[in-house]
């Protein structure tokens, strides 16, 4: 088993940044992936960003690009989202997940990922 755990959430004015952790534990090199989704209320969970625990090759969603920025520490165990030029629109509570393996399409879909964080509220006040 591999758990998840988010922090860094909270509350920021329009055009300010924030920075999320997750941190992964346990089996960990069992992972391949790890990346970051985020729902806001009554609308469906949204990819935001993937990165490769080897190799380091990213991807994100076409709502944060050029704004979000997605980077692993040397020990693959932990995750950082870099959010800048935040939007109201970015409110929601944003969730790490760790995949086995995956491609750039399922890894881009909840359902590629194996294990979820609880994750942590980040609110953009206007």
């Known amino acids: 088993q591999v758990q998840v755990v988010e922090s860094g959430g909270g509350l920021v004015q329009h055009g300010g940044s924030l920075r999320l952790f997750c941190a992964a534990s346990g089996r960990t090199w069992e992972t391949n992936a790890m990346g970051w989704f985020r729902q806001a209320p009554g609308k469906e969970r949204e990819f935001v960003a993937v990165?490769?625990?080897?190799?380091?090759?990213?991807s994100y969603g076409d709502s944060v690009k050029g704004r979000f920025t997605i980077a692993r520490d040397n020990s693959r165990s932990t995750v950082y989202l870099q959010m800048n030029s935040l939007k109201p629109e970015d409110t929601a509570v944003y969730y790490c997940?760790?995949?086995?393996?995956?491609?750039?399409?399922?890894?881009?879909?909840?359902?590629?990922?194996?294990?979820w964080g609880q994750g942590t509220q980040v609110t953009v006040s206007s």
């Open positions: 990165i490769r625990l080897s190799g380091g090759s990213t």
């Open positions: 997940a760790a995949a086995r393996r995956g491609t750039v399409w399922t890894l881009s879909k909840s359902d590629g990922y194996d294990y």
